[in-house]
């Protein structure tokens, strides 16, 4: 049963601290989006990557954020420093680009900054 | 503002009954229409999808209807089940983006 998995599930900081998440898209899947999750704000696309290579990140705060694929197996999202409006659930969603309406979300993981 | 939203956002439906999510879009040109469920804790699940040369498409249990007339799509779920017990996404297509509406959140009554 092939799906996306992401790390930490749960991650409770500090504000200031260092943040990231990583995401392993399902194998064979080239295209790895990342999504926000607020209450708000509902579902927000920060980032797009299609063969590892980043397309779209005009979601993404470029202050404090960071997006890299270092290989086809990983996805990492960072963010640095961290402050208390980061707090959310961040998806992990891969597809492919032979059928790129359909994407795989991740579990998510749910990030607290104190 | 939001291209993609849902008329209401709860539902409570006896179980057994049918359900029906709507969901209301702005952009005629959208031609791409994508059903999600997240369940607590999880990740959004592809539920089902229908292109606009489509008015109508089954699955198990759920039907999306699409009037493009009024720009509408609803979810239908046939004889509801407890494990149907989730927020409901409906989403929209642009190109390789996802546009996501509020959501409604379905309980299930026994």
């Known amino acids: 049963d092939a799906r996306v998995t992401q790390t930490p599930r749960h991650k409770v900081t500090e504000m200031g601290q260092e943040v990231t998440m990583r995401c392993q898209p399902i194998?064979?899947?080239?295209?790895v989006f990342w999504y926000r999750q607020t209450m708000m704000q509902g579902l927000e696309l920060l980032a797009y990557?299609?063969?590892?290579?980043?397309?779209?990140d005009s979601g993404m705060p470029k202050d404090r954020f960071s997006a890299e694929m270092p290989d086809a197996t990983l996805a990492t999202l960072k963010i640095q420093p961290s402050e208390p409006r980061d707090s959310a659930v961040y998806f992990c969603?891969?597809?492919?680009?032979?059928?790129?309406?359909?994407?795989?979300f991740g579990p998510g993981t749910r990030l607290t900054v104190l | 503002g939001e291209s993609v939203g849902l008329h209401l956002p709860t539902l409570s439906v006896q179980e057994g009954d049918n359900s029906i999510i709507n969901c209301a879009y702005s952009?005629?040109?959208?031609?791409?229409f994508i059903w999600y469920k997240q369940e607590s804790g999880k990740g959004p699940q592809f539920i089902i999808d229908?292109?606009?040369?489509?008015d109508k498409r089954q699955g198990q249990r759920v039907t999306v209807l699409l009037n493009k007339t009024v720009k509408h799509l609803s979810l239908q779920i046939a004889a509801t089940q407890p494990g149907d017990s989730a927020v409901y996404f409906c989403?929209?297509?642009?190109?390789?983006?996802?546009?996501f509406g509020a959501g409604t959140t379905v309980t299930v009554r026994a």
């Open positions: 969603a891969s597809g492919t680009d032979t059928s790129p309406d359909t994407q795989y």
């Open positions: 952009n005629s040109a959208s031609d791409y």
């Open positions: 229908i292109r606009s040369n489509m």
């Open positions: 990557f299609r063969n590892r290579a980043p397309l779209d």
């Open positions: 194998l064979g899947h080239n295209t």
């Open positions: 989403a929209e297509n642009d190109d390789y983006k996802l546009s």
